[in-house]
């Protein structure tokens, strides 16, 4: 098996981000997936922007992870910064095999890079098995998330 491959997104890799969106049930349903031409706009709206990233993880030349990562200013904690974390993903078959581990270690690391004091994410409430995998990482449960679609 080829190496894991940690880096930011480009255009190109646009497609394959979509497909692990779509084939995401909590996604799907939520409709959080759009055009080609929507999620284009999208990503070159989050890649001019120094304190957004899109991130995938790579075997080879394929696309086996995304996730989205933005840097926040804030007043809390002395002024820190935090690093928030969305839209994590791993393609289904090849689950189990350390690739979320090792994208959300990355994370970690480019937060702390960045001088971050905080690293949070939220996750749906029917996805157990990923708050067990935040939790293993050392992640705690400690807000209640609420959204208000628009």
Known sequence: MPPLEIRLATRRDVPSIIQMLQR??????????????QQLKAF????????????????????VGTLQLTFIPGMSY????????????????????RIGTRMMEW?????????CRLVQLTTNQVRVDAQRFYLRLGFSPSHVGMKLML
């Open 78 to 97: 002395q002024g820190a910064w935090r690093a928030l974390v969305e839209a994590v993903r791993v393609r289904d078959d090849i689950r189990n095999q």
């Open 24 to 37: 995401d049930s909590v996604s799907t349903h939520s409709g959080e997936t759009g055009s080609l031409e």
């Open 107 to 115: 994370v970690i690391q480019r937060a702390r890079d960045r001088q």
């Open 44 to 63: 070159d709206e989050i890649s001019s922007h120094p304190d957004n990233e899109l991130i995938v993880a790579t075997l080879g030349d394929e696309i």
